[in-house]
């Protein structure tokens, strides 16, 4: 199998540095792309982001060898339903999406026949829109395929193949286990980032003003999180809530310990918490998944 275009529906951060990566990185592979907001189909024109920005979805999709769902994850099942006609046999569908398990079923249940592999790249930025996308976006970042098991080998080598020319790392996961897993390495960070800052918001001893004036490291980069598209992660909640539900049980038994640590003046079980969490930050660094610089290594890609 050969992928010789790409259909990208939904234009925005990782659906542009899709479009963006791929005409980088595989040249030789023509992309079109559609969005049903068509001031984003213009951003995403005047930006260049893909070669053919299309103005309706089966203008995008037809004859296409590989077509990439980068819509959010409540949203998937209907994106797929209005491309399904469109689809050419032997076609790959494929998504972005952080939720695998209720993905896999959708896009099964509304595209029986075609070959369907869920994906999910591990990768993004708080930023969104078309003129957040840049090409670098998948280098040296996970992507996790969750094919059902049924899946043609050819078309997950293929679909692999494709995602490592755009710099990323391939995972084969089982859909549940990738969905338990993101729960703790994405999920819960960021419903407790909305919830601090939240929080923080709320407090009525200390203004506003006050908790922007003087946000420290810590709460800074909880502001980074929670500025998040609050479509995409409302649906990754709804549509992860077992996986969600589970992890955030285990944290509250954990947070509640640390409470009564903290109340009994227990230093050594403190101790003993941050130092074992610490050296998890430095394997993060030593995977190479992120930077010891102080601004982590991030830089502004707009």
Same mark, same amino acid.
């Given at each position: 199998?050969?992928i010789e275009t790409v259909a990208i529906i939904g234009l925005?951060?990782?659906?542009?540095?899709?479009?963006?990566?791929?005409?980088?990185?595989?040249?030789?592979?023509?992309?079109?792309?559609?969005?049903?907001?068509?001031?984003?189909?213009?951003?995403? *024109?005047?930006?260049?982001?893909?070669?053919?920005?299309?103005?309706?979805?089966?203008?995008?999709?037809?004859?296409?060898?590989?077509?990439?769902?980068?819509?959010?994850?409540?949203?998937?099942?209907?994106?797929?339903?209005?491309?399904?006609?469109?689809?050419?046999?032997?076609?790959?569908?494929?998504?972005?999406?952080?939720?695998?398990?209720?993905?896999?079923?959708?896009?099964?249940?509304?595209?029986?026949?075609?070959?369907?592999?869920?994906?999910?790249?591990?990768?993004?930025?708080?930023?969104?829109?078309?003129?957040?996308?840049?090409?670098?976006?998948?280098?040296?970042?996970?992507?996790?395929?969750?094919?059902?098991?049924? *899946?043609?080998?050819?078309?997950?080598?293929?679909?692999?193949?494709?995602?490592?020319?755009?710099?990323?790392?391939?995972?084969?996961?089982?859909?549940?286990?990738?969905?338990?897993?993101?729960?703790?390495?994405?999920?819960?960070?960021?419903?407790? *980032?909305?919830?601090?800052?939240?929080?923080?918001?709320?407090?009525?001893?200390?203004?506003?003003?006050?908790?922007?004036?003087?946000?420290?490291?810590?709460?800074?980069?909880?502001?980074?999180?929670?500025?998040?598209?609050?479509?995409?992660?409302?649906?990754?909640?709804?549509?992860?809530?077992?996986?969600?539900?589970?992890?955030?049980?285990?944290?509250?038994?954990?947070?509640?310990?640390?409470?009564?640590?903290?109340?009994?003046?227990?230093?050594?079980?403190?101790?003993?918490?941050?130092?074992?969490?610490?050296?998890?930050?430095?394997?993060?660094?030593?995977?190479?998944?992120?930077?010891?610089?102080?601004?982590?290594?991030?830089?502004?890609?707009?």
């Amino acid at each position: 199998m050969t992928i010789e275009t790409v259909a990208i529906i939904g234009l925005g951060l990782l659906g542009g540095s899709v479009g963006l990566a791929t005409m980088e990185h595989a040249p030789g592979i023509a992309t079109r792309g559609y969005d049903r907001d068509p001031q984003v189909r213009e951003k995403a *024109a005047a930006r260049g982001i893909v070669g053919e920005v299309c103005d309706t979805i089966d203008a995008a999709v037809n004859d296409a060898d590989l077509v990439i769902l980068c819509v959010p994850v409540g949203a998937m099942e209907a994106a797929a339903s209005e491309l399904a006609p469109h689809l050419k046999q032997g076609a790959i569908v494929s998504d972005v999406g952080s939720s695998k398990e209720s993905v896999g079923k959708a896009l099964s249940r509304t595209l029986p026949g075609h070959t369907v592999i869920p994906a999910h790249p591990v990768a993004g930025t708080e930023q969104s829109g078309p003129e957040a996308g840049f090409a670098s976006l998948f280098t040296n970042r996970w992507c996790i395929l969750t094919p059902p098991e049924d *899946a043609d080998e050819e078309a997950v080598k293929t679909l692999s193949e494709y995602w490592t020319k755009l710099g990323a790392k391939i995972e084969i996961m089982d859909a549940k286990h990738h969905d338990v897993v993101l729960a703790v390495t994405s999920h819960i960070p960021h419903l407790i *980032a909305y919830t601090i800052v939240g929080t923080a918001s709320d407090l009525e001893e200390v203004t506003r003003s006050e908790v922007i004036k003087y946000s420290a490291g810590g709460f800074r980069d909880f502001t980074r999180i929670a500025a998040s598209d609050p479509v995409m992660w409302r649906d990754v909640f709804l549509n992860n809530k077992e996986a969600v539900l589970e992890v955030l049980g285990r944290f509250s038994e954990d947070l509640s310990s640390l409470q009564r640590a903290i109340r009994s003046g227990d230093g050594d079980k403190l101790h003993d918490l941050f130092s074992r969490t610490r050296r998890i930050r430095r394997e993060v660094i030593e995977q190479g998944q992120d930077d010891e610089r102080p601004d982590f290594g991030r830089k502004d890609h707009n």
